[in-house]
């Protein structure tokens, strides 16, 4: 059967309660791409009594395409795209939201080598001062600005979206 039937997404749940009992767990906890979370969440109207022991969370893969697409459309013609193409292939489609691990390694990369004097430096300790040190550096010059604001303020909260979804 399709991933999106609902006897599918029926049965998953079923199985899912079958295994977090028997895990003596307390909670399940199902996260899903866009189309089969819709259906959970009819399924979950249709029987309230699901929603005691479940949580259906939307999964972040779209949600993180969609901002790497964002990242892509407002540095398109800055050169973002010729750095990347000197490692990575299928930039286009990278810089489109497509191609998710490969893109948000890239950008984490990217990132890490630009902020590489910055980090050495021994003078960051904390997020608070990297922000600090950002904001100063993105005063002196609108080409910093740019990057920071569209490429670089964008690819740690990518990161801190990773780990918080990991953690």
Known sequence: MKPTDRTTVLTSITRGFEVTQNSNQDILVITADAA?????VDISFQQPDLLDNMVALLGGMHLLMDFVACIGTLTADCG???VLSTTFGSVDKMLSGK??????????LLVEEILRSVLESGNITSMEDLEEELKK?????RTTKMWVEVVIRPALIIMLYCRASHE
């Open 80 to 82: 973002l795209k010729e």
């Open 99 to 108: 191609k998710f691990p490969q893109n948000v390694r890239a950008l984490r």
């Open 36 to 40: 089969i979370y819709k259906i959970i």
């Open 137 to 141: 550096r993105s005063s002196q010059s």
